[in-house]
């Protein structure tokens, strides 16, 4: 049964940095393509970040272009979001991914998400 779980959010200040690393079991990881999508309070889910199989493709949110960087590690079957030059519009629950098939920036066509971790942009 392929499982997906998210940690590493927190409270952080705007302009401070995080990441979220999401920890996947159960499915062939290199076979996957997988992505970051977030919700935000009294909001629809939305698409922020997704990687291709081997890592040959990455594509962004324009919310978030130049300052989240997605990446996977093959050998920890493990996918990270590193956040820089967080805003206070980032607040939201942010949710790991999971795609058979290659990437996308519709969130209704993955087929296996994690719990979800929070975070906070606040001073």
């Known amino acids: 049964q392929a499982q997906l779980e998210e940690s590493g959010g927190a409270v952080v200040q705007p302009g401070g940095s995080l990441r979220l690393s999401c920890a996947t079991s159960g499915l062939p990881f290199d076979d996957y393509a997988f992505g970051w999508m977030r919700r935000a309070p009294g909001k629809e889910r939305e698409f922020v970040a997704t990687i291709s199989q081997r890592s040959l493709v990455k594509y962004y949110a324009d919310s978030v272009k130049g300052r989240f960087t997605i990446s996977r590690d093959s050998d920890k079957n493990m996918v990270y979001l590193q956040m820089t030059a967080l805003k206070s519009e980032d607040t939201a629950v942010y949710y790991c991914?999971?795609?058979?098939?290659?990437?996308?920036?519709?969130?209704?066509?993955?087929?296996?998400w994690g719990p979800g971790t929070q975070v906070t942009v606040s001073s």
């Open positions: 991914a999971a795609r058979a098939m290659g990437t996308s920036n519709q969130p209704t066509l993955y087929d296996t």
